[in-house]
C-alpha cells in the first residue's frame, strides 16, 4: 500500500514528497480505523479506496463542520491508481464498490478532498454526484525537496440515500 500510495502521488503532476515513516503511520492508522477497498491486476496492487470518520481529517475546513452532520459523514481519506493503471476504469470501479458495501448504511454524507488540477478526478467524481463545498490551500514539498508547492484543494460532498 505504501509503494502505490508514494507511486501515486510523487511523480507527474501531484510531485509530492512523502517520507517513508510519516506516510506508513498514515496509512496503518487509516487502514486499521477505516475501511479500505484494493484493486489488483495479476497479482499486483494497482488501486485503493480507504475510508475514514470525517472527523479524522484535519484539514477539515470550519465551513464543513457547521453546515453538514459530519458526526454521520464518511471521508474517502485516499482514492489512489497506480500511474501505469490508469484511465482503465480502476477508480470508478473502486467508488461503485464503495457505494454498494454495507459499511456505509450507517453514514449519510460522504467527503472527498481533491487537488483543484486534477480534471480527471473531478469528472469522475461528478458522476458520481459530488459536488463542490470548500477549498483549503495546502503547501506541500516537491518530491524531489528543491521547493515547496501550494496546491488548492477541493472538497466535494455526496448525500447518501438513507437504508432500511
Known amino acids: 500500500m505504501l509503494s502505490l500510495y508514494i507511486e501515486a502521488f510523487s511523480k507527474g503532476e501531484a510531485f509530492q514528497y512523502h517520507p517513508i515513516d510519516k506516510t506508513d503511520h498514515y ?7 477505516g475501511h479500505s477497498l484494493i484493486a489488483t491486476y495479476q497479482n499486483e496492487l494497482v488501486g485503493a479506496l480507504i475510508t475514514c470518520d470525517v472527523l479524522n481529517d484535519t ?16 471521508y474517502i481519506a485516499e482514492l489512489m491508481v497506480s500511474q501505469h493503471h490508469r484511465r482503465k476504469g480502476i477508480g470508478k470501479q473502486l467508488i461503485n464498490e464503495f457505494f454498494n458495501n ?4 450507517k453514514y449519510t454524507d460522504v467527503f472527498i478532498r481533491v487537488w483543484s488540477e486534477n ?5 469522475l467524481y461528478e458522476q458520481f454526484g459530488f459536488i463542490p463545498v470548500a477549498e483549503i490551500i495546502q503547501t506541500k514539498l516537491k518530491a524531489d525537496k528543491s521547493e515547496t508547492q501550494q496546491y488548492r ?9 438513507k437504508h432500511d
Do not use: G, R
Request: charge should be positive; proline fraction near 5%; glycine fraction near 0%.
Open 119 to 123: 480534471e480527471a478526478a473531478i469528472a
Open 153 to 161: 484543494k477541493i472538497y466535494m460532498h455526496k448525500k447518501l440515500k
Open 59 to 74: 484539514n477539515l475546513p470550519q465551513t464543513i463542520k457547521e453546515k453538514f452532520p459530519i458526526e454521520h459523514s464518511v
Open 102 to 105: 454495507k459499511f456505509i448504511d
Open 27 to 33: 496509512l496503518l492508522d487509516l487502514i486499521h480505523n
